[in-house]
T-cell receptor
Framework: QKEVEQNSGPLSVPEGAIASLNCTYSDRGSQSFFWYRQYSGKSPELIMF????GDKEDGRFTAQLNKASQYVSLLIRDSQPSDSATYLCAVVRTDSWGKLQFGAGTQVVVTP | DTAVSQTPKYLVTQMGNDKSIKCEQNLGHDTMYWYKQDSKKFLKIMFSYNNKELIINETVPNRFSPKSPDKAHLNLHINSLELGDSAVYFC?????????FGPGTRLLVL
């Protein structure tokens, strides 16, 4: 079992709709959770991080964390063509010197 | 101003050669990382240094040797390059747990 699992997609989303991305993790010692966006041929770019159970909102992005169920999700509201990218979920244990464990990423395609 | 920079951007070389990739960050961060992203886009950590000290050393062939001359620089030297080393190598630096990635070095071994 992979430590961090994501649906690889592609996830096709109409412009203006909500994109919902899910991520599950196996290590219960994971304490910090990150969503990175990676455009084709570019480097990963941090979108959001979340540490506590519940929701965290930043602009059109909302991260949701449920530690009991070991999942973290990302919602993208009012999706735009510029949101078309691969979204990487990453988790960190507190005793791991910031070692990010990445999922394989979910490709999102926003169609006009 | 580039926060995390890497050189070279592209590297094409023959099997068996030795090559180095350099990374510099001007963010004042104490911790730097090397990641490898393979053809399936899976991003995996290789090494990490904190204040010039090696703190993460994943299961990586010993042909790969990182070096940190100071906390703003982290280089990666690869000996006896193999076809399977072809990938994109990303350097990153961090403040607390937030990591910032460099633009990547695309390595192609022929």
């Amino acid at each position: 079992q992979k430590e961090v699992e994501q649906n690889s997609g592609p996830l096709s989303v109409p412009e203006g709709a909500i994109a919902s991305l899910n991520c599950t993790y196996s290590d219960r010692g994971s304490q910090s959770f990150f969503w990175y966006r990676q455009y084709s041929g570019k480097s990963p770019e941090l979108i959001m991080f979340i540490y506590s159970n519940g929701d965290k909102e930043d602009g059109r992005f909302t991260a949701q964390l449920n530690k009991a169920s070991q999942y973290v999700s990302l919602l993208i509201r009012d999706s735009q063509p510029s949101d078309s990218a691969t979204y990487l979920c990453a988790v960190v244990r507190t005793d791991s010197w910031g070692k990010l464990q990445f999922g394989a990423g979910t490709q999102v395609v926003v169609t006009p | 101003d580039t926060a995390v920079s890497q050189t070279p951007k592209y590297l094409v070389t023959q099997m068996g050669n030795d090559k180095s990739i350099k990374c510099e960050q001007n963010l004042g961060h104490d911790t730097m990382y090397w990641y490898k992203q393979d053809s399936k886009k899976f991003l995996k950590i290789m090494f990490s240094y904190n204040n010039k000290e090696l703190i993460i050393n994943e299961t990586v062939p010993n042909r790969f040797s990182p070096k940190s001359p100071d906390k703003a620089h982290l280089n990666l030297h690869i000996n006896s390059l193999e076809l399977g080393d072809s990938a994109v190598y990303f350097c990153a630096s961090s403040h607390a747990e937030t990591q910032y990635f460099g633009p990547g070095t695309r390595l192609l071994v022929l």
